[in-house]
Structure formats: structure tokens, C-alpha cells
């Protein structure tokens, strides 16, 4: 397992082991800390960063038996506003972390992210225990609202306006040695109706290339064998400048990186889904042949009504340039179903386009109002209408999803070994990774050979395929593969 903060920790830890004794002991004076994250992986990595600052200032990562136990100096909780579940799990989690207070009371909560950065002062009030509230913008200044909130025994709020660090000017304590993520960008430059996101993190800027070059090399230098490169409109990379091209030509430069063997990006828009990223995916051999492009909705009125800088027609093109480029992508994306106006016509064209696309998988969302936004003001569908019109968009992708997983059957994959652990892992004598187009596969170890650990390649024959899921059981003695790099 990595060095790194346990970002991924279960939430049953927030619940258990009253009365439990501390199993593992405090290696610096400052004492623990605990981060979890709530979103997407631009919120996973910033979580990342959260736990370098806290590193850098003497605090050490806790323990899960430290969580169990209550027993935990610094607990920091990053943020999501995308969607109103998000905030909802927010003020739940910060609730249960009263308890912490209760249990131990010079415990510091600190609540960071998308939602602190909207609703600062609505934090402070309904959860006066809540020690610090700091912005997207504001990860540095953690440690120093801390102090500050033991010196004045009261709760600080760190929320600017204006960015002052961008993601390499921060340390990292990376959740994984084998797979880093890499910030190439911040903010948005967009205007969706649904979406709180350009408000909350700002307006785009991008990191220079030299920098994101030298951050990738830092990161294999200490391991990764896999880079995902971020951005909230990842392929709009030096556009603000006037260069559609730097995106491509990045791509390419980092599969020049000595030693790393696969590339990922997330997420792309469809509006600056240009040819040349086509043909540098195609012609680097380490970026990966997966594509996560959110379509959000297949009718054109709701796409403008979205405020979405593309037509469906436009988006099915990019899907087939794709395809004929990399007749093996992987091709997911996002949707949302129930958006203020979609009438069923509106959502037969979502169907029409998600029969069209066969998409390997989608993330399919029903539409949540988030206050502040153009969307949350217009007249909302009743919640049967939008649970309805999910199930069909749901029951329909899974069978297509299904169809994706039956194709891999007997072929040989390679599986990158993670640094976690499958659910059944244990009980199963497998280990688990993800193959090129991204795929999860659990992988078994055949009687009598070596087990691979995490950062390995392992190439195997697959010999089951679930719903969202591959199993890779080899046989040797049946002429079946299993060879780890």
C-alpha cells in the first residue's frame, strides 16, 4: 500500500469502535490527521494536497484504528457541489464528526472544497464545532487557520477569491505510488446552467507545460507507472492563449516520459474534441484508447437549454473519428436525465443517441437543482417523471454495458495491479487492477505462481466477465495466460 492518506476510507469508520483502545502511537508532536473527500478526481487530488500541506507542517496520517477509536487530531472533510447528494452526505458527515469533538475535544474539523467555498458562512452556523472552512483556492492556508482557530477558540473562515497556488507550488502525499494524478488546469471557462463548478473553482488557467512535464517525471522517478492528466475541460488546455494544439502536442510529450507506461486524461469536452488529440491518442502508445466524454443530453433543446457548446450529431462524429482511429476504445460518459423542460421526446433522443454511441459505460444522473444556477430557477419535472425516465435510460445502458463485458471473454488483457484491494479479494486469492481501456479485472493467481504486487502488469486471459467487471481465473495447463512484468 502507498505511503499516502487512506482517501478512500469506508464511511462505517465514522460510526464504529466507541470505547476502542489506540493501537498505533503518534510519530510527531503535532499529532494525526484524517482527510476524506467527497467527488470527483479533481477533488481526489486535491485531497492529495490537503494531506502534503498537513505533512509538511509535523501531522502525520491516522490510523484507521485511530479513526475507529476517535482518536484523531485534525479531521478535514473536501467537499463536492455538483449535485445536492453531495451536500446532503456533507452536513451528514460533518454531524457524525461531532461526535469526535464530544469524544475528544481539541480535535480540529475542517471542512475545504467546492461547498466551503459556496457556503462558508452557512457552515459555520449550522456546525459551530466546524474549526476552519477554506476555499478551492486556499489549501495552503489550512495549517495556519488551524493555529489560529486554537489561539482564538473560535472557527476561521480562509475563503479568497483569486487563485494564489497552482497544484505544483503545493506538496502532494500521493494515495498511490503506481498511479499519479496530475492537475494540467484549474477552473472553468464555461457556462452550463446546471453546473455551480465555474463559481466555486474560477475561471480556467493552465500550468505550463515544462511544469506539468517535470511533475509527471516526479512522479515515475518515485514509481507511477500510469499519469491521469486533469482538467475540468482537460482538452481545452491552452486555448485560453489562442493554442488549440498544446493539448495534442502534451500528450505526446508525455509519452516521451522515460519509464511511464500508460496516460490518462478526464474529462474532455466535446467542443474542443479536436482531430489532433484523435491522432495523438492514436499514434503515442502509452495513452490509453479511453475516452470519458460527458454527453448530458442527447435532444439539441436541451443542450442549448444546458448551455452545452455542442449538438448530438456533432458528438456521435467525435465518437466514430474515435473509433476509426482506435477501433478498441473505450468510450464512457455522463448523462443527465430530468433537466427543467425535457419533455419524452426530449429523452427518446437520449435513448436514440446511447443507442448510437454504445457507450462501454455512463454515469447517469437525475437532474439535481444547485442554488445560484440559471437551471435551479426554471420550472422543475415532477420527481416520478425523472425516476422513471432513469430506470429506462439505466436499464437500457446495462444491457449495452453487458454486451462490452461479454466481448472480453477469453481474450488476454493487461491489468495494471492497484494499490487496493477488491471487496473479495481476500476470500478469492485474487488481486485487482484496471487493463488498458480501463476496465476493472480481478485477477487470480494460478496455483504455484508468483503473486504480482502493486505497479505490475499482468498479462492474463480473461475467463468471466460480470456486469462492471472482468475475472481473469488463467489456467496455464490449459494453454491460458498469466505473465507478470
Excluded at 222 to 240: D, E, F, I
Excluded at 395 to 418: D, N, P, R, Y
Excluded at 427 to 440: C, I
Amino acid at each position: 500500500m502507498a505511503a499516502g492518506p487512506d482517501l478512500r476510507i469506508q464511511s462505517w469508520l465514522m460510526e464504529a469502535g466507541e470505547g476502542m483502545s489506540v493501537t498505533a502511537q503518534r510519530k510527531d508532536s503535532r499529532g494525526v490527521y484524517y482527510v476524506r473527500t467527497l467527488g470527483c478526481q479533481m477533488n481526489e487530488h486535491d485531497s492529495e494536497r490537503i494531506a502534503g500541506v498537513l505533512r509538511a507542517q509535523g501531522y502525520q496520517q491516522a490510523t484507521p484504528e485511530q479513526v475507529r477509536a476517535r482518536e484523531v487530531d485534525v479531521m478535514v472533510l473536501n467537499t463536492c457541489a455538483v449535485r445536492d447528494n453531495a451536500t446532503q452526505r456533507m452536513y451528514g458527515t460533518i454531524g457524525r464528526w461531532h461526535r469526535f469533538k464530544q469524544h475528544k475535544p481539541d480535535t480540529r474539523i475542517a471542512v475545504g472544497g467546492c461547498m466551503a467555498q459556496k457556503d462558508r458562512e452557512r457552515i459555520v452556523k449550522a456546525a459551530p464545532w466546524v474549526d476552519a472552512v477554506f476555499g478551492t483556492r486556499d489549501i495552503g492556508s489550512l495549517p495556519g487557520l488551524l493555529d489560529k482557530a486554537r489561539k482564538d477558540g473560535r472557527p476561521q473562515v480562509g475563503v479568497t477569491q483569486e487563485l494564489r497556488d497552482l497544484p505544483r507550488r503545493l506538496p502532494a502525499v500521493r494515495a498511490s505510488r503506481s498511479q499519479a494524478w496530475v492537475s494540467i488546469s484549474v477552473g472553468c471557462n464555461n457556462t452550463c446552467t446546471f453546473c455551480i463548478v465555474p463559481s466555486v473553482r474560477g475561471r480556467e488557467r493552465d500550468r505550463s507545460m515544462d511544469d506539468i512535464l517535470q511533475e509527471v517525471e516526479d512522479c515515475v522517478r518515485s514509481g507511477a507507472r500510469q499519469v491521469t492528466l486533469l482538467g475540468q475541460n482537460v482538452n481545452s488546455y491552452g486555448w485560453s492563449t489562442g493554442d488549440r494544439y498544446a493539448f495534442a502536442r502534451l500528450l505526446r510529450a508525455c509519452g516521451q516520459v522515460p519509464g511511464l507506461e500508460r496516460i490518462r486524461f478526464t474529462s474532455p469536452h466535446p467542443a474542443a474534441f479536436t482531430d489532433d488529440v484523435i491522432a495523438a491518442m492514436a499514434e503515442t502508445p502509452t495513452v490509453m484508447h479511453q475516452l470519458h466524454m460527458p454527453l448530458q443530453s442527447g435532444s439539441d433543446r436541451i443542450l442549448r437549454a444546458m448551455r452545452r457548446s455542442y449538438r448530438s450529431q456533432r458528438f456521435l462524429q467525435i465518437l466514430d473519428k474515435v473509433r476509426a482511429a482506435m477501433p478498441d476504445a473505450l468510450i464512457t460518459t455522463d448523462i443527465i436525465v430530468g433537466f427543467p423542460g425535457e419533455t419524452e421526446e426530449d429523452f427518446q433522443a437520449t435513448m436514440d443517441v446511447v443507442r448510437r454511441a454504445r457507450f462501454s459505460s455512463a454515469f447517469i444522473f437525475e437532474y439535481s437543482p444547485r442554488p445560484g444556477t440559471p437551471a435551479a430557477r426554471m420550472p422543475q419535472l415532477p420527481k416520478a417523471v425523472v425516476q422513471d425516465r432513469f430506470e429506462r435510460l439505466q436499464a437500457l445502458q446495462e444491457s449495452i454495458t453487458m454486451e462490452h463485458m461479454q466481448a472480453f471473454l477469453g481474450k488476454e488483457v493487461e491489468v495494471l495491479i492497484g494499490d487496493g484491494h477488491g471487496r473479495h479479494d481476500g476470500s478469492t486469492h485474487r488481486v485487482t487492477g484496471h487493463e488498458r481501456t480501463g476496465v476493472l479485472v480481478h485477477v487470480g493467481v494460478p496455483q504455484g505462481m508468483p503473486a504480482p504486487k502493486p505497479g505490475d502488469l499482468v498479462t492474463c486471459t480473461v475467463t468471466q466477465a460480470g456486469p462492471h467487471y472482468l475475472i481473469a481465473d488463467p489456467d496455464p495447463r490449459a494453454g491460458q495466460v498469466y505473465v507478470i512484468r
